[in-house]
């Protein structure tokens, strides 16, 4: 079923053109070698797999004595198992010993283990007989004690995918599999402007019926946050001729451009005609969404030129979800919370809808308050928790229904 | 009722001490005035309040045309509301025009309305009669289609408290309201290293026996992502010696110094010692909590000292619960799911257990799956979505109970 006119696409399939736009961007990004260490918030280029095993070697997880656990089988209070005590080894030590039967040798935690040795009793449940020998007062079980080498990670399994940011988490596990240095992508340049008469920056003087330009430090902020190279062309009038020398500057600096249109029909098409004139090709103009409507997508010079919603709640929203692959950052965990209201959607229309979160004591779950959405908002919206998506063939979510909540 | 021993603490005991100490070192910080557009990430100092209302003037929030709405009452498709035209209203523009009875102005979305004006009639809704006089074709509601001056935000509503970490949010609230500059802390110095005989730096040769360094990586991460200046002293051998000087160097170059001790007891005691001997006193020294017993803290010279669990599971979990005052970062918010397993904890100490989330399709509910501890996993924890708490005060969670999951 095609309800939509021409250039004017659902959300899912901008969503997808999104996705298509930002696989060629990164591809096209400098690869660039970097300690490990320092590719948390990086792009990796190329998936990576393990080197190593880890452990690399069967290690001791307490304090105690490793020992052959067949020696220890009928051991108790009344009855200990003596073990002759072979030797001892210090943590980060490669030990050369084997336990014999009959056995033991001291191990600190993280200790490798002897040879033979298959099971470490803990401290508490062992005394020293004489210097030589130690007795044990219950039997130790089958790899009772110890991490066995590769328990944690196989040499070769996947530690991360192509293409995606790198989390402090992954960092860590790369760390453990031995891996120092890794590719990633970086230098992709972006540019920005805000369009709009009415536009003031942050902390200049604002006369009557101007307002400060958000739009211009929301896409600074996603991008950069997401590793981008940003150049900022600041604050262009509503007028053909400046915003036709803002286009061709951004497309000429950078591989990407988004800038802020306006809310109104005027300047929507103001900004419309600029990228046509400028000879681009539409992706699409317009998305069945609400809201962020008047969002369009097209190549100039082979680039992608995002202009985008010039309310700032719009704006946001586009950002957050829309446009999210542009940014692959680490998603949050989406959260299910009991709706505080209803939502009504038309079918046919994406919806997304700020919402509170709160929870009283003791609750395990969250209620969720849609925020009354009016153009124009800025301050309440960034009150609220996250949004609620009301996909394109629902008409909406009763009081009561369980939804799931995208984190801002 | 007291069942911990001397300097050993109760998780929420430590926290509070925690609570304590990072409010004492953000007040130490450098006090710095930055523009609001770069000030997302930082520590703010001082409370924040709009300097103005938002919006500052009543704003059309679609095109059309303002009238007043006593002018439209009847108006319906038959006989419609004939209205002069007294002038338009661009964007940014200043309005001087005061509407009389009987006429109306045309309105672009986001534009000042006349005064005189209290509702806006959307284009769709009208049609020139002739170039002087507009046709409505329905009553226009009082204040449809516009936004009131203040709507948004009050002037001096509060919009930050002192000593939060500033959100993207909350500055796009704040260029709306009118901010320009904030005070922000700043420079605030740490310094780290990582104890034990068994760590290699990343990336190096690996002998037999030897393990590489996370817990230096995740010292510097939750610092540095928290704004720390970061002094790293590198591997530290367990040797009172080593240790000794370490600490001096430390404590003469940060104002928070954090350590990986080790996970033996012999080199939880060589870092006890070497606290001791550099004249610390203990804040805690031990915590009942699993995992992350072995936690201490001290005052070296007025400054504190923390001395973090061996395990990197256990130092990444300190990070992020105990810790997390030091980092004052956004935090996340917390996940309701039902719990895939039983969770079993001593009463009286505070569990933190990684679990995995996954969700069916269509399922409006995480299922929680713990991962099963064991000490010196580091790869398998990484590939988890949070924690689960049990307090002090739970014997833990039955299979099939809602949970809720901090994020990582």
Redesign the interface.
């Known amino acids: 079923m095609e309800i939509y006119g021409k250039n004017f696409v659902s959300w899912e399939e901008a969503r997808r053109i999104v996705e298509g736009l930002a696989a060629g961007l990164f591809r096209s990004g400098r690869r660039q070698t970097v300690?490990?260490?320092e590719a948390?918030g990086q792009i990796i280029d190329g998936a990576v797999t393990?080197r190593?095993a880890?452990?690399?070697?069967v290690?001791a997880?307490?304090?105690g004595y490793a020992v052959r656990v067949g020696d220890t089988v009928a051991a108790s209070d009344s009855c200990p198992a003596v073990l002759r005590v072979a030797g001892q080894?210090?943590?980060?030590?490669?030990?050369q010993l084997t336990l014999a039967p009959g056995q033991a040798a001291k191990v600190?935690?993280?200790?490798?283990l002897p040879a033979g040795a298959d099971g470490v009793a803990m401290?508490e449940d062992c005394w020293l007989v004489d210097v030589h020998n130690v007795a044990l007062v219950r039997p130790v079980n089958l790899r009772e004690n110890l991490?066995q080498a590769g328990?944690?990670?196989r040499e070769g399994?996947a530690?991360a995918a192509d293409g995606c940011r790198l989390g402090?988490?992954?960092?860590?596990?790369m760390?453990?599999?031995?891996?120092?240095?890794i590719a990633v992508r970086t230098g992709m340049r972006a540019a920005i402007f805000s369009t709009?008469?009415?536009?003031v920056p942050?902390?200049?003087p604002?006369?009557?019926?101007?307002?400060?330009?958000?739009n211009?430090?929301?896409l600074?902020?996603f991008l950069t946050?997401a590793g981008w190279e940003v150049e900022s062309l600041g604050i262009i009038a509503?007028c053909p001729h400046s915003l036709a020398g803002a286009l061709e500057r951004a497309v000429a600096l950078a591989d990407l451009v988004l800038f802020s249109g306006?809310?109104?029909?005027?300047?929507c098409d103001l900004s419309a005609a600029a990228v046509e004139r400028a000879g681009g090709e539409w992706l699409f103009n317009g998305v069945a969404v609400r809201p962020g409507r008047p969002t369009m997508a097209a190549r100039i010079n082979g680039k992608p030129v995002f202009c985008l919603p010039?309310h700032?709640l719009a704006m946001?929203v586009t950002l957050r979800t829309l446009l999210q692959p542009l940014f692959r950052r680490d998603e949050?965990?989406t959260?299910?919370?009991k709706l505080d209201g209803r939502l009504t959607s038309e079918v046919g229309r994406d919806d997304f809808v700020p919402v509170r979160?709160t929870a009283e004591q003791m609750e395990?779950?969250?209620r969720a308050t849609p925020l009354p959405i009016?153009?124009?908002?800025?301050?309440?919206?960034?009150?609220t928790?996250?949004l609620v998506h009301v996909p394109a063939a629902a008409t909406g979510y009763e009081r009561g229904e369980?939804?799931?909540?995208i984190?801002?």
């Open positions: 300690p490990v260490t948390a393990a190593m880890v452990p690399g070697f290690r997880t307490v304090d080894v210090a943590v980060g030590e490669d030990c600190a935690t993280g200790a490798m401290e991490i328990e944690d990670c399994e530690l402090w988490r992954t960092v860590a596990a760390i453990a599999a031995g891996i120092g240095e709009g008469d009415e536009l942050a902390g200049r604002l006369f009557a019926g101007q307002v400060y330009d958000v211009g430090f929301l600074r902020r946050e509503d306006g809310s109104s029909v005027g300047s010039g700032p946001a949050p965990l959260v299910p919370a979160l395990v779950d969250w009016k153009s124009g908002l800025v301050v309440r919206p960034a009150q928790a996250g369980r939804v799931w909540v984190p801002w």
